[in-house]
């Protein structure tokens, strides 16, 4: 079992080594005490831009539910989805890949979730690499990941999500508690270790066919390295809660049944317990990247943003910026929801800060108001640990490249690995 | 020469809207969209030649790993099942085994790593192992080479070469204090993970410069997971090892063999997979979860939904697979089948079962509840997304991308019918260029609500439900609207209009083969001309697919996914100089590369290019212009950009 004890030290370990590791800012490296995190929260269809930005200090309508946390939030208007178009910018707002249709290549280069993810591996692995949840992301299970309406991706294929939060806790239990030590020359873990030697070489084989087949040969670099991990290099981190009551609500309507996440009317309890597994699979230290995504670009998912209205996401974007100011703050509310889970002491940091303080939770639009990428609603939440502005609105003009980008540096990414969001950042966030 | 599938470059531009698209309703959504928006646009095929495609390795899907594990251990639902895989990705035109979107990721690894040791422990248990392996009771290294000569062979689709065995016996001698059973359960544990399991391989061996032959066990596996969606069986490994797979004819009556039993019915295991095809390529597989205004729809639930679901699939089994249906029939066959569900749910008079439809409420299978249901709203009926429908699953068309000002749709307080809200919306001048296509295809069923049920009238108003086809094929120059009134009288314009055919077939071929539609539809002209021409079934179209050369031959194609033509049977010094199909616009791990436009017969001769440019005060900019205008299917409204030809120097 990874004891707090024992992730705390590896944690250590990290900021030692973390300036050999790659390129790490200055500001990173003067505040790296702090073990980062980064949730990122896609909101798409568009926003109601008039009911977004704060003014004299105040939250508007869509962001009212965050008003507690106002001095953690940093606003940051005029950022445009660069090289994309309509709802095709899902696949670039977090790639910055150039996306002009639905039908072109899906991005070639990985998403931001992926590559911080992979910083913080090196740096100090968690025992979940990164978790990627889901709340109705397709108006049907049929449409799980369709082409051109993916959001992450990691090279070239897009990102598995899971919409079953019952199935999502599930997965993630083992990391949760376990009582018992791996016994690491356990029979049982030798034969597991010895059959994935066993496939690893038989995909050798089969490499060796599509060696002038680059197309069939990324399928089997990518089958190489998802191969899961033997249970014995598996590691658990203790936390307290094994189980959450959400997700316990779900069990009878969800277990066993994939399909079933997809039922629209249960969309609001989904994000509830997505929310809490993110929320304390984060906070456990179990994983240091999540992402949530809510309905999809084009899903039309009734959104009950009271107990006697409700309002078609897709249909109500095209519709009164008052009224679908109404839909972005039911989502609001789910973000406060998520706040306040991590807004407690970080359990993997001594210093008395916040889970929410060590994280940037990313809430971005794919769209502004109509279909045009330019300025659309974008903020983040908690100050990465100290290493960027909070509190405030940054009224600029660049690009979603230069958030990621800017984002890439202060969470330990190389360069190298992040050049393809360019060299472009937004100084005026960082502190 | 086949009828092109695409849009037409003109048509695209003259249908550019000045500013809006529907408001109402996602037109760009993934609920019943699985049009073929990215593929060249042209006047005639862009296959002259019925080729091979390229080489594949195509993991399973779900249900064929499933199916693949019950089958070869002979194991039901109760004792084992996949549920911890995570479902397939879909591609563009809906289908889920398109093999550039099925890989293995790391849900999927750990999902088989999960499946793979339940089923190893479900067949290691006595009386289990005993029925599978007589001699486990011996359980030595003789009885261990049986379990992987038979069991192996069937899981690898091929014997596995002694290198291959030799691994999974080494466990034996590294572990010797592990019994027999053990040894068992950790073998089937890995060979359920291998990657020959988990890949159904069609790559092939060279045989001549860039022409690969597909082997005997390679061929014998396509057929068996094509059409019963399961692995290849002892005796049909045997019958490919004989040569018995060689020639076309006798593909042919194999695939027959599978798709149909002793008495010529249609088998289980391909009604499974028509049925998958159909509510995918139909778009109602998302019937199932839908949700409905709870005041207007009052008691519309999951179970009518599901309800549905099995109407349309009833219909699909008795029309097309019973009754060995051709496109006429499936578009113009007059009754339903309902279960007490629907009787109470549409309003009927009848018992459950096969049922008479009312007056005006339709024909053919586009009527039907489920596909009413999805290409609708929660709110009302949409004649968009159902012309759109319309366009997309018979003709292969898709259209522009909206453009980025969409107004409201008018409140319901302002006009009378759906209709009339949707004509005031797309009114000349506004969308209606583009709308004018799908629109009023859409108004042909305005007698069926968002919900499947027939409405003499819309809230006391008069439905008016007359329309016509404009623009249909192949010029895109100006035709004749073709008029009807209602569904009936559509669907009767429907079956005249021949590209329904190798649309079908485009979108037949792209399920078989598990690739794009234009990368598909090349492979498989021989079978859609006889369809085309009316010789065959929609059942025997999939058979004849067998007789195809992509059975059995693969182009070198190693960097791009167009399928390249096989060469004849002399063959030329270098033939993949040949000239190659139009590029498709699916998945590759090679860097995107600039739109090209499609020559027109007018700029090829004295164009050398296309330049495009915003127009004075427009909120775009030049470089917007040039790459939206010449994109694949272009988008280039015509407030926005302008675009002319550069003459050659």
Redesign the interface.
């Known amino acids: 079992m990874l004891t707090r004890r024992k992730l705390l030290r590896r944690l250590g370990l990290s900021m030692l080594t973390a300036p050999i590791l790659g390129y790490v800012p200055k500001t990173l490296a003067d505040t790296t005490q702090a073990p980062q995190r980064l949730i990122i929260i896609p909101s798409l269809n568009g926003g109601a831009p008039e009911h977004f930005w704060p003014s004299s200090g105040s939250m508007a309508t869509i962001a009212e539910p965050l008003a507690p946390w106002t001095d953690k939030i940093q606003f940051i208007k005029g950022l445009n989805i660069d090289g994309s178009w309509d709802h095709m910018a899902i696949r670039s707002m977090f790639t910055g890949a150039v996306i002009q249709s639905y039908s072109v290549a899906d991005p070639t280069v990985k998403s931001i979730d992926q590559l911080v993810a992979s910083a913080f591996q090196s740096a100090s692995a968690a025992p979940l690499r990164s978790l990627h949840l889901a709340a109705c992301p397709a108006s049907n299970i049929a449409f799980y990941q369709q082409y051109g309406r993916s959001t992450f991706f990691f090279d070239p294929l897009p990102v598995d999500y899971e919409a079953n939060p019952v199935t999502a806790f599930d997965n993630l239990s083992a990391y949760f508690s376990s009582d018992q030590e791996v016994e690491e020359d356990d029979v049982e873990n030798l034969l597991d270790e010895k059959i994935k030697n066993i496939t690893r070489s038989e995909i050798a084989d089969l490499q060796l066919r599509v060696q002038s087949n680059p197309i069939e040969a990324v399928k089997l670099v990518r089958h190489l390295t998802s191969l899961p991990q033997s249970s014995s290099t598996v590691e658990t981190v203790s936390c307290s809660s094994s189980s959450l009551s959400s997700v316990e609500n779900l069990r009878g309507a969800l277990q066993g049944n994939a399909s079933a996440a997809y039922n629209q009317n249960l969309y609001s309890d989904i994000i509830d317990a997505q929310i809490d597994i993110i929320a304390q699979a984060i906070t456990c230290g179990v994983t240091r990247v999540a992402t949530l995504q809510y309905n999809s670009a084009d899903g039309n998912t009734p959104v009950p943003v009271s107990p006697t209205q409700l309002l078609e996401h897709h249909n109500t974007s095209h519709g009164s910026g008052d009224t679908f100011a109404l839909v972005q703050q039911w989502y609001a509310n789910k973000i406060a929801r998520l706040l306040a889970l991590l807004d407690v002491p970080d359990p993997l940091d001594d210093s008395g800060a916040t889970v929410l303080d060590n994280s940037v939770v990313l809430w971005m639009n794919e769209c502004n108001s109509g279909h045009d990428n330019v300025s659309v609603p974008c903020l983040y939440i908690g100050s990465g640990g100290g290493v960027l502005q909070t509190g405030s609105m940054l009224e600029t003009s660049t690009t979603n490249k230069a958030l990621l980008g800017t984002l890439c540096d202060v969470m330990g990414v190389s360069s190298a690995a992040s050049s393809h969001f360019g060299s472009d950042r937004i100084e005026g966030i960082l502190l | 020469m086949m009828i092109s599938t695409g849009w037409i470059l003109g048509t695209l531009l003259a249908c550019s809207p000045d500013k809006s698209t529907d408001?109402?309703?996602?037109t760009?959504?993934?609920?019943g969209?699985s049009g073929i928006?990215?593929e060249p646009s042209a006047e005639t095929s862009a296959c002259e030649e019925e080729g091979a495609g390229?080489?594949?390795?195509r993991?399973l899907t779900r249900d064929e790993f499933e199916r693949t594990v019950r089958k070869v251990f002979d194991l039901d639902e109760a004792t084992w099942s996949a549920?911890?895989l995570?479902?397939?990705?879909?591609?563009?035109n809906?289908f889920?085994n398109?093999a550039?979107?099925l890989?293995?990721?790391?849900?999927?690894?750990?999902g088989i790593?999960t499946a793979a040791k339940a089923a190893g422990t479900a067949i290691s248990v006595e009386p289990k192992l005993s029925v599978l392996l007589p001699c486990a009771s011996v359980g030595d290294v003789s009885c261990a080479e049986t379990f992987l000569d038979e069991y192996g062979r069937l899981l690898f689709r091929r014997d596995m070469t002694q290198e291959?065995k030799d691994?999974?016996l080494e466990?034996m001698t590294?572990?010797p204090?592990?019994d027999f059973a053990?040894w068992v359960r950790?073998t089937t544990?890995?060979l359920l993970?291998?990657?020959?399991v988990?890949?159904r391989?069609e790559?092939g061996a060279e045989s001549e410069s860039g022409v690969y032959d597909l082997s005997p066990e390679e061929v014998a596996t396509a057929l068996a997971y094509t059409y019963t969606g399961g692995p290849p069986s002892a005796a049909l490994l045997d019958l490919a090892a004989d040569g018995g797979l060689t020639a076309a004819d006798d593909r042919i009556a194999v695939a027959r063999d599978l798709v149909l039993d002793g008495d010529g019915e249609v088998s289980a295991d391909f009604r499974e997979i028509f049925l998958d095809f159909g509510?995918?390529w139909l778009g109602y597989?998302?019937v199932?979860?839908?949700?409905k205004?709870?005041v207007q729809y009052d008691g519309f639930n999951?179970e009518i939904a599901a309800a549905m679901r099995l109407e349309a699939d009833t219909f699909l089994d008795n029309v097309v697979l019973k009754e060995r249906g051709s496109m006429i029939e499936l578009l113009t066959h007059e009754t339903t089948w309902v279960d007490s569900t629907l009787v109470s749910w549409y309003g009927l008079s009848d018992s459950p079962g096969e049922v008479a439809r009312f007056e005006g409420w339709g024909k053919g299978v586009l009527s039907l509840g489920a596909i009413m249901s999805v290409q609708a709203?929660?709110?009302w009926t949409s004649p968009t997304q159902r012309g759109l429908n319309v366009r997309r699953k018979l003709f292969c068309q898709e259209p522009p991308?909206?453009?980025?000002?969409?107004p409201?749709?008018p409140p319901q307080e302002e006009a009378t019918t759906t209709r009339e809200r949707y004509e005031t919306l797309h009114a000349p001048g506004s969308c209606q260029a583009c709308h004018q296509l799908f629109d009023p295809i859409g108004f042909a069923f305005e007698h069926i609500d968002a919900t499947g049920r027939y409405r003499a009238d819309e809230n006391g108003y008069t439905i008016d439900a007359t329309g016509s086809i404009v623009a249909f094929w192949p010029t895109g120059e100006d035709q004749p609207a073709v008029p009807f009134d209602g569904p009936i009288e559509l669907a009767d314009v429907l079956v005249t209009q021949e590209q329904i055919n190798p649309c079908f077939s485009a979108y037949a071929a792209s399920y078989s083969f598990g690739l794009g539609n234009e990368e598909a539809e090349c492979f498989v002209e021989t079978a859609t001309h006889q369809f085309a021409s009316g010789d065959i079934d929609i059942v025997e179209l999939f058979i004849q697919f067998a007789g195809s050369k992509h059975f059995v031959k693969r182009a070198?194609?190693?960097?791009s996914?167009d399928p390249v033509e096989e060469p004849a049977s002399e063959p030329t010094s270098d033939p993949t100089s040949e000239p190659t199909n139009e590029p498709t616009?699916?998945?590759?791990?090679?860097?995107?590369s600039a739109?090209t436009a499609e020559p027109t017969s007018e700029d090829t001769a004295a164009s050398c290019g296309t330049e495009c440019y915003a127009l004075p005060d427009a909120?775009a900019s030049d470089e917007?212009c040039q790459?939206?205008c010449l994109?694949d299917?272009p988008?280039c409204p015509i407030d926005l950009c302008e675009c002319e030809d550069i003459p050659c120097e």
Do not use: K, M
């Open positions: 408001s109402s309703e996602n760009d959504s993934e609920q969209d928006s990215n390229r080489r594949l390795l993991r549920s911890d995570p479902p397939d990705s879909a591609a563009e809906g889920s398109n550039d979107r890989s293995v990721s790391a849900s999927f690894a750990t790593e291959e691994r999974y466990i590294e572990f204090d592990i053990t950790v544990t890995g993970q291998s990657p020959h988990l890949y391989s790559l509510s995918r597989v998302s199932e979860g839908l949700t205004d709870p999951e709203t929660a709110n991308p909206p453009p980025v000002d969409i409201e749709l070198h194609e190693s960097t996914t616009a699916e998945p590759t791990n090679e860097p995107e739109p909120p917007w790459i939206n994109h299917p988008f």
